[in-house]
Every structure is written in structure tokens, then in C-alpha cells.
């Protein structure tokens, strides 16, 4: 799993950041699922390593601007470029006729399909390596957060082990993998589990933006390895935070602090915090890691690749 960061401003674009999007990679199964696409997204794809053709879902927290204004026009330019699969949408109801209206009025026709899914608070896509679920924020629109978590794996398969037992390689190596038990031609029950390493532990991101600090941020980053929070405000701008119902730099590290995650990487930062101003971005870092010291601030195009769970990686060392 890679977090790749294409906008990192909040409300409007400045020259060093854009405004909201986050790419996560899977690069197991080359697909890419996008987190808000505000103005100019599809400029900064172009700008990155990422490749539109494998964008397969892309999760949409509310309705403002600054979040959406760039989704019509990479769907558009995906159409143009053949894409050769569909897309899935998922994001409140008003997206739906506000794509609807896009494609109307501009006349746009897509080459490919696209489904849309309205998000309730729950489980919003699930298959057999992957969970996404929405939870609710608190903005002065109705917002979503988005936790996803990777299942957990069966531990590393050894064929060195199995070929010594003399398990003759072929299916049954497929069913031993999962983890399951397998009666051989000659009697013997040879358990997957024996043969498999230590059962690798699924990493689990969150993305909460728009949002003042909240209790269904703290319950939707529970445990977390990486939580994407936004924090629009130092905290001496605190008043403008609660008006507004943004963030702060605290209230940022105090729901990572309270959910117990691994790692907080800020976004979605006031252009007024530009260098040269009174306040700078780095200030806003200092007051988080005051709170929660595995702090990290984004910038446009940074990568984080999310790292597996470290008591995975201590069990199979022992």
C-alpha cells in the first residue's frame, strides 16, 4: 500500500500545493483508488508516477469545491484515453445528480461505465483482500470519512518444508497456502498452518477531511497505521476552526493521539500559513508532534508506502 499526496491546500490552489486528492496504490493488484479530486487532480497525475488507467474507485468525503471541481474533467479525460475498465464512484447523494448535470450540459458521453454508490455510515465495498468503510464527520455539509483495511494474509507458504515431507507439488500446494488441511494419497493430514509463516497482519489508512474534531474521527481511525487528518488551522486560529468547523493542528494529533494510530500525516493546510507569513507550516508540525510525535506533515507529491504491522514482522524473525 503507497499513499501518494496530489493536493495538499485546502479551499483554493496555491503554487506549491493543490488543492485535496490522495492516491493509494495497490500495487498487487494494479489498481489505484483516489480520495477527493479536487481542481486540477488530473494535471497532478500527469505530474506523478501514478497512471489513470488504473484508478478503479474513487471515494469522495462531501461536496465542497474544493474537493469535487476536478472529477468531470479526469473522468472525462479517462473516457478520451480509452479506459478500459469501469470506474466506481462512491460519495454523497448530490454527487450523483452533480455528475449527472456535468455530462448534460457539457454533452460528455463516457466509453467506459461508471457506478455510482451512495456512502452511508457502514461497510462500502468489501471483497476478499480489501474493506472500505465510511464514517460520519462533522463539517457544515455533510462529510465522510474513509477507513480502509487490507484482510489479513496467510503467513508465507514454504515449499521448501512441503517438498522435504514429500507433498508432491501441484493443487494441493494451492489449499495448503490458505491454511487448509489436506489428506495426501498415501493418509497422511498435512496441516496448511504448519507449512505457512506467521499470518501477516492487514494495514488499515484513514482519510478524515473536512471535519472539526470529532468522535466518529477517533472511533473511524481506531488503531490505524497511517491516519490522513486535515489540519486547516495553527491553534492559535482555534476561533476560526470551530466557525468554520475545520481542523487544527491539535485537534489533528489529538484524535491520532486518542485512536491509538501508528502514524498521523497532516493535509489540507490555510494558505495564509505560506512561508514569509507570521505562521509557518513547519509551526503547525511543532504544535501536532507536541501531542503526537509520529507527526508528519504532506506536501504535494510526497509517497508514503504504509509499512506492515511491526509485531508481524517480530513474529516471523523469532
Known amino acids: 500500500m503507497q499513499i501518494t499526496f496530489l493536493g495538499t491546500s485546502s479551499g483554493v490552489p496555491t503554487r506549491a500545493r493543490n488543492v485535496s486528492s490522495v492516491a493509494l496504490r495497490l500495487p498487487q493488484r494494479a489498481e489505484i483508488w483516489l480520495f477527493d479530486c479536487g481542481e486540477g487532480t488530473q494535471h497532478q497525475v500527469l505530474r506523478s508516477d501514478l497512471k489513470s488507467s488504473q484508478i478503479t474507485r474513487i471515494f469522495v468525503t462531501h461536496m465542497h469545491g474544493d ?144 471535519t472539526i474534531y470529532c468522535e466518529g474521527a477517533v472511533e473511524l481511525a481506531q488503531d490505524a497505521d497511517v491516519l490522513i487528518h486535515e489540519a486547516t488551522f495553527a491553534h492559535q486560529d482555534a476561533p476560526l476552526a470551530f466557525e468554520r468547523l475545520h481542523s487544527t493542528s491539535t485537534m489533528a494529533a489529538q484524535v491520532a493521539l486518542a485512536a491509538q494510530v501508528k502514524q498521523l500525516i497532516m493535509t489540507h493546510f490555510s494558505p495564509r500559513y505560506a512561508p514569509g507569513n507570521s505562521i509557518q507550516p513547519e509551526d503547525l508540525l511543532y504544535e501536532a508532534r507536541a501531542i503526537f510525535p509520529q507527526t508528519i506533515m504532506a506536501r504535494d507529491f510526497l509517497t508514503y508506502e504504509v509499512p506492515r504491522r511491526q509485531v508481524a514482522i517480530a513474529e516471523k524473525e523469532a
Request: glycine share 12%; charged share 25%.
Open 67 to 210: 474537493h469535487i471541481f476536478g472529477l468531470m474533467g479526469l473522468l472525462a479525460s479517462c473516457g478520451l484515453a480509452g479506459m478500459p475498465h469501469e470506474i466506481h464512484i462512491y460519495g454523497p447523494a448530490a454527487l450523483e445528480a452533480y455528475l449527472d448535470a456535468c455530462c448534460r450540459y457539457s454533452h460528455t458521453h463516457f466509453s467506459f461505465p461508471i457506478r455510482f454508490h451512495q456512502v452511508k455510515p457502514g461497510v462500502v465495498f468489501e471483497d476478499r483482500e480489501y474493506r472500505a468503510i465510511a464514517g460520519r464527520l462533522h463539517h457544515r455539509i455533510p462529510a465522510f470519512g474513509y477507513r480502509i483495511e487490507e484482510k489479513d494474509r496467510t503467513g508465507r507458504f514454504d515449499a521448501a518444508k512441503a517438498k522435504a515431507l514429500g507433498i508432491p507439488p501441484g493443487p494441493v500446494y494451492g489449499k495448503l497456502k490458505q491454511g487448509k488441511t489436506v489428506t495426501l494419497d498415501d493418509g497422511r493430514c498435512i496441516r496448511g498452518a504448519d507449512l505457512c509463516g506467521p499470518p501477516e497482519v492487514g494495514r488499515k489508512v484513514v482519510y478524515c477531511t473536512d
